[in-house]
């Protein structure tokens, strides 16, 4: 989530003061903030209170911060699930799992969390009172107890039905000098002691082989090996904490903020853990905090005008809850998909995130020894070991993105360019886009929150190196790149791609998922270059989405029509393989047609210069590229290994330059039709005897690089010029 930025001292100071303030008088706060002058002091002052006391008119904290927290990435909101347990293959409303937990039912984070499935078997607990031990819990009686000790008033692990636990188990005094362990604890914690103190008695429990490790409670209880106690800052717990070395967790859950330090998340992910950092997992709380205060801004002037009744405010805050939940989820599940993608591309280019890390400590104030970013060595050494970036350090890398391309927007025109409103008006719930339209495009921050939803949006959706990728290999800015990614998400559609593929659920492998994902991005990364290397997007935006978006909806309807045989082949076995996946095959045949996007830019630039239609001009486009090997070249030269960025540039303008040809030469030939079929049109063009001379050779020796590949481009330019001079001689 990205919103103002921090004021430091602030925060903790405006919490003293919240603090202070009476309880029932808490329900009006948002609106002191909402009736401010200074609009950031608004936002600050809002937030800090609906963080620090809960809202008796808008509850949607204690709603949202357990979902959220508990479940990074959940499905469409009906059906929310965990991600991270989603990519261990355990889908947490199907398949039962067990669970080591810190804190206890009475607690809000952890008493939501513990009641968000009853596919949960909670093994173990504790919190500064007591150990709970359930060896083999059934999953259904005990969530139906720890439901009966949520709706007490109060409750500890002592009021636990005994009769429910499993046998072996109990509820035990964490002061305890010796604590006995029955046969059935020592195989659940794979311990052979008899007995322990209560304090290594929780350091058993935080090391059992478990699925989920739920943090909801206080205190920090994991560290890394190369840190002291002292340095923790938790004396209480120096007797407990454990190193994220030790741990057997598949997966940990952090709802309470400083669970583990920084480094002991960076170790316990090392070592394979899926791990977040708290920010990360309690970013719904954050999120529903500023909705809050940005509707309560938005009604205020209606309520001061005498437009809008305070019992009718009351009544549509209310209305609004589960929307805002909706919307809170939304970004908070593809915010931790942003994460599981950025782990799987960085594993695959490494240099990109190493540079991107480079990037933000010259230009966003990032400081990696604060923030416990790895050195060059140590990401030398990790990729000599088949590591990478851990999560944990993703998730810091993300938030500096974030901040800097929020901030790269601000400083321009962009979050008031009217074809981008929209964004504005998807923020806010739909009761209030129905009722208000007029309000919100009057918001006093609708500057700021709409290049918070462009920032979230790109970042989430497209990747946190994307922007940082298409300016070092197309040579632009940063508003460049996001100008014309804004352009290519709404030609492509790409909401409704999300849509689909979030709707497959636990249908369809999550690994499979990100693979589509993946190509898409892919997809946009290359329509991307293509606008920048055409100069497309620069000026309006309606005219450039008004241009591409119904001609290209055509193209892709009837896409495989159009390729080759061979082409074709490639295609439907790509489907094939998708369907078997479990993907259906409206949604297979969209995945497999993202290879031709920016081809298909192309397709409509010859329709439109040559006066042909569509549907012909891709045939002759797709012809023309069977004939001269042009998609095999182009996919060697995006696979070339770089050294540099400006090698890398080098190869992306060689990529371009080839779809120009391609495009140059397809127009030419549409234009010669019908008077030469393709051969007869290409039989004249000399170079291109030297250019197939030239690729028969490079494919046999296999040495495809920058400089064989710019010979060959640069022969296929010849036979293009060779091909227009023609045409000019003989007065067509």
């Known amino acids: 989530?990205?919103?103002?930025?921090?004021?430091?001292?602030?925060?903790?100071?405006?919490?003293?003061?919240?603090?202070?303030?009476?309880?029932?008088?808490?329900?009006?706060?948002?609106?002191?903030?909402?009736?401010?002058?200074?609009p950031i002091a608004a936002r600050w002052v809002g937030i800090v209170a609906a963080k620090s006391v809960p809202s008796q008119e808008m509850?949607?904290?204690?709603?949202?911060?357990?979902?959220g927290s508990?479940?990074?990435?959940?499905?469409?909101?009906?059906?929310?699930?965990?991600?991270?347990?989603?990519?261990?293959?355990?889908?947490?409303?199907?398949?039962?799992?067990?669970?080591?937990?810190?804190g206890d039912m009475s607690g809000d984070v952890?008493?939501?969390?513990?009641?968000?499935?009853?596919?949960?078997?909670?093994?173990?607990?504790?919190?500064?009172?007591?150990?709970?031990?359930?060896?083999?819990?059934?999953?259904?009686?005990?969530?139906?107890?720890?439901?009966?000790l949520?709706?007490?008033?109060?409750?500890?692990?002592?009021?636990?039905?005994?009769?429910?636990?499993?046998?072996?188990?109990?509820?035990?005094?964490?002061?305890?000098?010796?604590?006995?362990?029955?046969?059935?604890?020592?195989?659940?914690?794979?311990?052979?002691?008899?007995?322990?103190?209560?304090?290594?008695?929780?350091?058993?429990?935080?090391?059992?082989?478990?699925?989920?490790?739920?943090?909801?409670?206080?205190?920090?209880?994991?560290?890394?090996?190369?840190?002291?106690?002292?340095?923790?800052?938790?004396?209480?717990?120096?007797?407990?904490?454990?190193?994220?070395?030790?741990l057997r967790a598949r997966v940990v859950g952090e709802g309470g903020n400083l669970g583990f330090t920084q480094l002991g998340r960076i170790e316990y992910a090392l070592r394979g853990g899926r791990i977040n950092t708290d920010a990360i997992d309690n970013s719904a709380g954050v999120d529903s905090s500023d909705h809050e205060v940005n509707i309560k801004i938005l009604l205020q002037p209606l309520t001061a005008s005498g437009g809008l009744a305070q019992e009718q405010r009351n009544a549509l805050l209310a209305d609004m809850t589960d929307e805002v939940a909706r919307l809170v989820l939304r970004h908070n599940h593809d915010q931790a998909r942003a994460l599981s993608l950025a782990l799987r591309y960085s594993r695959k280019d490494p240099a990109l995130y190493a540079s991107l890390l480079d990037y933000l400590v010259e230009s966003a104030g990032l400081n990696p020894r604060v923030e416990f970013l790895p050195t060059a060595r140590q990401l030398e050494e990790r990729r000599r070991n088949g590591e990478g970036f851990t999560r944990p350090e993703l998730a810091i890398m993300l938030a500096y993105v974030k901040m800097g391309l929020y901030r790269r927007l601000l400083e321009t025109e962009l979050p008031g360019e009217p074809h981008l409103q929209h964004y504005l008006h998807d923020y806010f719930?739909?009761?209030?886009?129905?009722?208000?339209?007029?309000?919100?495009?009057?918001?006093?921050?609708?500057r700021e929150i709409t290049a918070t939803v462009i920032t979230n949006t790109l970042v989430d959706h497209l990747g946190i190196a994307f922007v940082h990728r298409g300016m070092r290999d197309n040579g632009a800015s940063a508003i460049e790149v996001v100008r014309a990614a804004l352009i290519a998400l709404e030609v492509l559609e790409t909401r409704a791609f999300f849509e689909r593929v979030e709707a497959l659920g636990a249908t369809v492998d999550a690994e499979a998922q990100y693979e589509a994902i993946a190509h898409l991005v892919s997809a946009v990364e290359s329509v991307v270059s293509w606008m920048l290397f055409n100069n497309v997007g620069l000026g309006d935006f309606e005219h450039a989405v008004g241009k591409y978006r119904a001609p290209l909806q055509a193209l892709r309807a009837e896409l495989r029509t159009y390729l080759t045989e061979g082409q074709r082949e490639r295609f439907d076995a790509r489907v094939a393989g998708l369907v078997e996946q479990g993907f259906g095959a409206d949604l297979a045949a969209d995945i497999a047609g993202l290879d031709h996007m920016a081809s298909a830019f192309g397709i409509i630039e010859v329709a439109g210069s040559t006066g042909e239609g569509v549907a012909d001009a891709a045939r002759r486009f797709f012809e023309l590229g069977q004939r001269l090997t042009l998609g095999w070249l182009r996919e060697e030269l995006q696979a070339v290994p770089t050294t540099g960025p400006w090698e890398k540039a080098a190869l992306t303008d060689l990529v371009m330059d080839l779809r120009e040809v391609q495009q140059r030469l397809t127009a030419t030939f549409v234009k010669e039709r019908p008077a030469h079929e393709l051969e007869e049109f290409l039989a004249p063009l000399a170079p291109l005897t030297r250019y197939q001379d030239a690729l028969a050779s490079v494919r046999a020796?296999?040495?495809?690089?920058?400089?064989?590949?710019?010979v060959l481009v640069r022969l296929l330019?010849?036979?293009?010029?060779?091909?227009?001079?023609?045409?000019?001689?003989?007065?067509r």
């Open 59 to 67: 509850p949607w904290h204690r709603i949202v911060r357990a979902d």
């Open 701 to 710: 020796a296999d040495a495809l690089d920058l400089a064989s590949g710019t």
């Open 1 to 38: 989530m990205i919103s103002i930025p921090v004021v430091p001292g602030l925060i903790e100071t405006l919490h003293h003061l919240v603090r202070q303030i009476p309880a029932g008088s808490v329900a009006t706060f948002g609106d002191l903030a909402a009736g401010l002058g200074d």
């Open 110 to 148: 952890f008493g939501n969390g513990m009641l968000y499935t009853d596919r949960i078997r909670l093994q173990a607990a504790f919190n500064h009172m007591h150990v709970f031990l359930d060896p083999d819990p059934d999953p259904v009686s005990s969530y139906a107890e720890r439901r009966r």
């Open 150 to 246: 949520f709706e007490l008033p109060r409750s500890t692990w002592d009021d636990y039905d005994r009769s429910l636990i499993s046998e072996g188990g109990g509820v035990f005094e964490r002061s305890a000098k010796s604590i006995p362990l029955s046969p059935q604890v020592r195989a659940m914690l794979g311990v052979e002691d008899e007995a322990l103190s209560g304090q290594a008695l929780i350091q058993a429990v935080l090391r059992m082989p478990v699925d989920l490790l739920w943090n909801g409670g206080i205190g920090t209880y994991v560290k890394a090996g190369e840190e002291r106690h002292g340095e923790v800052g938790d004396s209480a717990n120096d007797g407990v904490r454990v190193n994220g070395a030790e």
């Open 429 to 446: 719930p739909h009761q209030l886009r129905e009722r208000y339209p007029e309000a919100i495009e009057q918001h006093r921050l609708k």
């Open 70 to 102: 508990f479940s990074p990435l959940p499905e469409p909101v009906s059906r929310l699930r965990s991600r991270l347990l989603a990519e261990e293959g355990v889908d947490v409303h199907r398949d039962t799992f067990t669970v080591v937990a810190i």
């Open 717 to 731: 330019k010849q036979a293009e010029a060779a091909a227009a001079k023609s045409r000019v001689r003989e007065g």
